[in-house]
């Protein structure tokens, strides 16, 4: 169906006329060349010849396109740099291009995720069937949703293909014909409270259902509802019935489910994981693959992980990268060591490329061993010694729980039941300080894994807690990616003994909404109780955020730790600065209000993760403007959910022990300093800046 | 007729363009991209490659200068060189732009520099040659479309 915005050219009928796609490539012979060809194929081309360009208009029209096309080597920064932020935030199809042919250069391609590798010369052929990618995408979440018992794979596909057609349309058509849909939805909801206002996203992968946010309560109430039918044997559709919310469907559900899943996988992930990929979401990572470490980053632990083969790992770091062991072997750092750990993986590439190195090396070549978790105590131990970003997306794979468990530390990382599998995309993609971006990338994708030793975080006392949330913290900081999920954590626990930490931060990323009600609230799941979100304060504060874990006692690994990795993840953010703060928006509190016991929404930590990440990023990077333009948007998006979610929250603030928006700095979160190295901070503000978006991330959305 | 002798003139030099080697068959596919929509899609393109071409070859010469030992940048510089060439189809030039890359691989300066007069020289000559074609094409008018094809 056509775009009633109407597109400039006589609109095609038909799939795949009238797909968008964003070309990327600093050659300006073959921009030309391409873009013709492109048009020639009838689809809707938009070029940009730098990467950084190219991440700007994504993240500011996400939506409004269905695929990219991107060369490898370009000046300002790594095709496959780009490549990771896009996956992670954006989860679109992209194609990779390059006259180089090489083996290697293929397979790093596919190890970042790329949907295929052209070579050049492009030829028409080679791009008139390259809808194709966009269409298998689409149905690869379709499928990810059958899987968790309910998908109307049609309704998926159609969604698709619907939004393929109306892809001939100007960005803005869509846009408007979405926002029209807002608004019918919006007023159906008015009166719900239970949900936030569907909200209508516009993403042309997705089908055109209208978005729903999962708020703090809404998440709960699906937690509660999966913990009683038992998190194996949840299906959406009892979910859906037990939680009996007025608009939210079965597709919604099945959807939220699968995230949930493959974030309880994540937490479960040793500590390592650093990355934090809390980001609930990896759910469409399904081939994600975990392999696709950073460069540099061995995380041997990722071996365990079931979705990486080891020889994929192998082949993901190639030789000298390999350095990266972080994370995945987690499990020998104590808990707090790991979140702080898998945080400073997350966060200082840097930091860990070298640690890592020698650790990865190690790892390599054992990637069973829980050796692994060597590395990540030496990182994890202290909060200084975070590790480096490396990106480290673990991803734990069911297996993988095993990690957090091993390590040293009792740790109470109870993995959850194995309902992750799959998702847990260890998505190390561990890159040398040059591939902070990356990193940052693939730790949004795979979701901060570090829930897992959140989780156990939790179970200890508060004191623990604070340490976990602060190590989650900034988890959640290097995990940009992770922070998706962050946000979404919502610890869940007890929190009578939380501390006032729990930092509600507010979910600055306010596309992320539903990420952090929904993500964090995966944690919940557990124990039921409320949970203190951690909502880790964005960037500066994470600290705050975790406190709230130690209530989770129940955690058993119920990933409430979730939240812990939003505030780890702030709290990376902390290393730069993160002005995120006032990202953080209280619209984040918002949620909070919404909890009934003080769920704090660790997505706010999240949020402000990213947000100080973006502006961590600034600092550090080039990229700088990109992501203050990024934090505005934010900034605006959160304030706008906040507005929207105060209306509907009471404010009830949690409990003053358990959330409180915290954006000072933590005395914990000391380590935070660590991240100061540079490619850390570079890491973080591509982290952030892909945490933020990771919030946003779409694909949460069935 | 003249037209037709115009026509036959141009696709002669075509065909010799890619009979020599000159060209190959990437060509092809960016003259299948000129229609009405861009009538003058192929020269256009091919201008901005000769104009951009000789910015990458200046750097090329300035890296050869300043950094001569630095084999990582010229491998760079030339990737792009190449990259650019082979997208239009430019075969001697993008080959010779192989062998450059090779020197560098080798780390063989003087062979890297010796090799880069040749893509000069290879870039000189196929420009020259393109500006003859367009210029014949001028000639024939919008005629000449018809005559892409063939060949």
Known sequence: MLDSGGAAAAAPAEFPAGLRVLLVDDDPTCLMILDRMLRKCLYHVTTCSRAAAALKILREKKGCFDLVLSDVYMPDMDGFKLLEHIGLEMDLPVIMMSSDDHKDVVMKGVTHGACDYIIKPVRMESLKNIWQHVVRKKRNGSKELENSGSLEDNDRQRGGVDEGDNASSACAGSWKSVKRKKEEVKDDDEDDDDEEALEEHEDPSHSKKPRVVWSVDLHQKFVNAVNQLGVDKAVPKKILELMSVVGLTRENVASHLQKYRLYLRRVSMPQHQGRLDSHFASGHDASYDPVSLIDGFDVPGLAVVSQIPPQGRAAIHPGPRSNMNVGISASSVNQFGLIASGIQIANASNMVSSSAQQMNNKRMSNPQTPSNNIQLSQFGQTPSAVQPYGSMNLQFGKGMPNFLTSSSQPSSFSLPSGTMSGQMNVSLTMHQAQHLHQFSLSQQRSNINIPHSSGQVLNNNASHSSRLSSALTLQTSSNESSNHILGQLRVSTSITSLPANYIKSPFSTSRRDLYVDGQSSFVNGLSGSSYPSASGVGVSQQTASFQSFSSNHDLKGKFDNVTAFNTISEHQNRGHEWKLQRVNLPYQTGHIFGLEQSNLLSHSSLMSHHNSAATATNRDNNTGATVKDKITSLTNDINVEKRTSVAQHRNVYIDDNSVRLNYGVSPDMSYQDVYLDDMQNELMSVVAKQVTFEYIYDDYLA | ?151
């Open chain 2, 1 to 151: 007729m003249e037209y037709s002798s115009l026509h036959r003139q141009l696709a002669t030099m075509k065909k010799s363009f890619f009979d020599q080697g000159f060209l190959d068959e990437q060509f092809f596919q960016i003259e299948e991209l000129q229609d009405d929509v861009s009538p003058n899609f192929v020269e256009e393109v091919v201008t901005l490659f000769f104009k951009d071409s000789l910015r990458l070859m200046g750097n090329i010469d300035h890296a050869l200068e300043k950094f001569p030992q630095d084999f990582d940048r010229l491998d760079s510089l030339i990737h792009q060189l190449k990259g650019s060439a082979s997208s239009i189809g430019a075969a001697k030039m993008k080959n010779e732009c192989t062998v450059f890359r090779d020197f560098c691989d080798k780390e063989n300066q003087e062979g890297c520099i010796r090799s880069f007069q040749k893509v000069k020289k290879e870039h000189a000559c196929l420009r020259q040659k393109l500006e003859n074609y367009f210029q014949l094409l001028r000639q024939v008018g919008p005629v000449a479309k018809a005559t892409r094809s063939g060949n």
